[in-house]
Every structure is written in structure tokens, then in C-alpha cells.
């Protein structure tokens, strides 16, 4: 899969560089806020924005801003949690707090030695075959192709 770095200004420009091509994922820098404006017009042309967050009351006040700034402009968004742990009594209460905010991705990643360890290799879970992430990583694609309305062929899917 072809991968391109270029500064957030410039996304109309890139946009046009990677041609017709059927998925285009798109990784944003930290703080947004620098540049709130092409992030947003970024988000607004993109057919689901994921905002990934961990499952701490910090986590939560930092990406509540974002997800309300998403939802205002009617753009599709949805959280996702990472590093999460059912296990723990702030969870749910953690989920809640999301979802008065914005939609929410069912399929939460927990924190996995799989994730940390393959990407300290400059590689990702899908690149091996027996990952114990591969499921849930699964799942949370499953989840991007319906909501952004991908055509998988059945095979792929
Ligand atoms: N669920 C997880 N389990 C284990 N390790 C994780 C998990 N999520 C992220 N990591 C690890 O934490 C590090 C930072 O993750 P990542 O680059 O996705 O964060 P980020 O918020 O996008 O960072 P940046 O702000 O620099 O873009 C990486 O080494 C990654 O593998
Ligand atoms: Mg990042």
C-alpha cells in the first residue's frame, strides 16, 4: 500500500496526487488545533472520521471538543477506544460520558503486547498471521466498511 507524508495545508493537493483509488486512510498529526481549519475541511471530505481515545477521564476531556466540533458540521465520526479494559470499574461510566457525546465504535482495541511490540518493528498487527489482535482489528474494519459505505468484494470482506 502506497504511503505519502504531506503537511495537512496541502491535503487538496495530495488528494488529487493519489488519484481514484478505491481506500484512503488518513493519519492526522497531534494537536489539531494548530490547524483547525484544514483539519476540518479534511474530516468534512472523508466518508467516516475515527477519533481514536483512551479510556481515562484526560482522554475524555481532550477528545469531547473534537467530537462535538465533528457532530456540529454533520460529519460521520465515531470514537474508538484504545487501550481499553472492560475489567475496570471506569469503563462504563467512561462509555457513557462518549456516547452523550458521539457515536462510538463497538469494538474497543485493548492494550496489547501485539500492538506495541509489531510497531516497534515498523510493523502492524495484520502483517502476522496469528496476532491475537488480528480479531479485533478485524472487527473494527468490519465496522469502517458499513459505516462509511465501502463496497467489499465478498471474497475480501
Ligand atoms: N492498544 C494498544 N496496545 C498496545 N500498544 C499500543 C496500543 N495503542 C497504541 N500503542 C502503542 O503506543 C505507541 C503510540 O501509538 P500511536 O502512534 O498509535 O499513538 P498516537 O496517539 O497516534 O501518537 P501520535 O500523537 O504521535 O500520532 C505505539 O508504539 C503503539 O504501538
Ligand atoms: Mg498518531
Redesign the pocket.
Known sequence: MPVLAVPLADWRAALKETGNVDLLVI?T??SIEAQYGATLSLCAAADIVLV?TGATQDDVDSVTPWMRTLTGADIRSSFVL??ANRRVRSYEAIRTKLLQVGALCPVE?????D??V???KGLAVPDFVKAKAAETFDALWAYVVREAGIRVPAKAA
Open positions: 493519519d498529526p497531534p481514536p484504545n487501550r482495541i485493548p492494550l496489547l503486547e500492538i506495541h509489531s510497531a516497534g
